[in-house]
């Protein structure tokens, strides 16, 4: 557990939760989970919330309000790639910034703590200046991901309210052609210039498939040396155009099971940052080295839709995340009583073998739903993807 005097917290938003409050402090910029006695030290108090025995963080079904919202600014994008969650498109819907301005005033209302823009391709979007100056002025913490398409020195510089601009850059030595269907490297990286000069910390995703897999120790050596301060490994999804050809495309069992080993070797190796995200868990949280206690103790989690995670589409609609894109995943804003977040977030307690008796379910929380959605034509059955659960299938008696 980490100790901070209240006295070196300067606190931007605090609300108060079951276990105590979620603080998004300045200084030391983060969003913490605090006990009870450190909450009421910086003038939270909980009122019933705070009834009976404090539960651990980890362990609460849904928090008050959500800790981040994706919210696309739009679905329109030139780029074209092939495997788009968004399936964004030249002419895609856009709203306006009053909508916008309007939505991220409801959210700042749920409590939320930070906003991801994103799109379609939202530094296109006009008015996403304007958007990250209101979402601070709210007291919520601005970042956005682009491919950096119309990025140049001004439009950097207009960027300045964004905490971290992460920029899209699926790998070298033809990584990034094999998973977007086109060389897009050359305007990340000019993007990515830009940005450092404007003084803004700069972050790159990269979405794991196959051959970018294979490149990842040369792009992570890559992004580094560009000044990226974070890595962001992304697993593929079979969301929008990445439906069509995920199954080429996906990790095979082989790079899988290889995943842990190269995470240890990139932290040991690189300076910047190497994170994952939600859907990895799984892979992981497969590996025999791997303890409950650390994963825990590191804050490791595995889906947050709909827990501490919303996702805003350009229409209006939300989800649990941003890849949920289903019509029975989908639903009106809100956080409270939605039939489509509930499903996400009971799913944890309830799934079925071999989720259910996993060591290390609390913290992988069952895998990715819209991998299962799409794999198993169930969303609700475990992630077909993860070591431990391919490994339950391969030994269970067949039929007869
Ligand atoms: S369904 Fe869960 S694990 Fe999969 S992408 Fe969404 S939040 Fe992440
Ligand atoms: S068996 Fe289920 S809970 Fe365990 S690691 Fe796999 S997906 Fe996660």
Redesign the pocket.
């Known amino acids: 557990m980490l100790r901070f005097s209240t006295t070196s917290l300067r606190v931007r938003r605090a609300r108060a939760e079951r276990f105590g409050a979620l603080v998004s402090t300045e200084e030391p910029a983060a969003t913490l989970c605090v006990d009870r006695r450190m909450a009421q030290r910086i003038g939270v108090e909980g009122g019933a919330l705070w009834d009976g025995e404090a539960p651990s963080p980890l362990a609460v079904r849904a928090l008050e309000g959500p800790v981040e919202v994706h919210v696309a600014v739009t679905d329109r994008c030139p780029a074209g790639c092939s495997g788009c969650y968004a399936d964004a498109r030249p002419d895609g819907f856009e709203p306006t910034f009053e909508e916008l301005a309007a939505r991220l005033r409801t959210l700042a209302d749920m409590g939320t703590m930070s906003i991801a823009f994103g799109g379609g391709e939202a530094t296109l979007h006009r008015d996403l200046p304007r958007l990250a100056e209101l979402a601070r002025s709210l007291g919520m913490v601005p970042s956005v991901t682009t491919s950096g398409l119309g990025i140049d020195a001004a439009r950097a510089r207009a960027l300045r309210a964004m905490a971290q601009v992460n920029v899209s850059h699926d790998g070298v030595a033809g990584a990034y052609h094999a998973v977007r269907g086109y060389e897009g490297g050359r305007v990340a990286e000019r993007a990515i210039a830009h940005l450092l000069e404007a003084g803004i910390p700069v972050g790159v995703n990269t979405v794991l498939t196959r051959q970018s897999f294979d490149a990842l120790e040369e792009t992570a050596r890559h992004v580094e040396a560009l000044g990226a301060c974070e890595l962001q490994l992304v697993r593929l999804k079979p969301a929008g155009r990445g439906r069509l050809e995920y199954l080429d495309r996906r990790l095979d069992p082989t790079r899988v099971a290889a995943l842990p080993e190269l995470l240890r070797r990139l932290s040991r190796e690189r300076a910047l940052g190497v994170r994952i995200d939600c859907a990895m ?2 892979f992981i ?2 590996d025999p080295d791997v303890r409950l206690e650390d994963l825990l103790r590191f804050g490791v989690s ?1 889906c947050e839709a709909g827990r501490s995670l919303l996702a805003l589409h350009a229409d209006g609609t939300t989800s649990g995340c941003s890849f949920a894109r289903t019509p029975e995943m989908r639903g009106a804003m809100g956080w409270n009583d939605r039939a489509a977040l509930d499903r996400f977030r009971d799913y944890p307690a309830r ?1 079925p073998e ?2 259910a008796s ?4 609390p913290a ?4 990715c739903r819209v991998v299962a959605e799409f794999v198993s034509g169930d969303a609700w059955q ?2 077909p993807e ?4 391919r490994a ?1 299938r391969c030994s269970a008696p067949g039929p007869g």
């Open positions: 868990v799984p949280a497969a595995g799934a071999p989720c996993c060591p290390v379910r992988c929380r069952g895998g475990p992630d993860c070591p431990r659960v339950a």
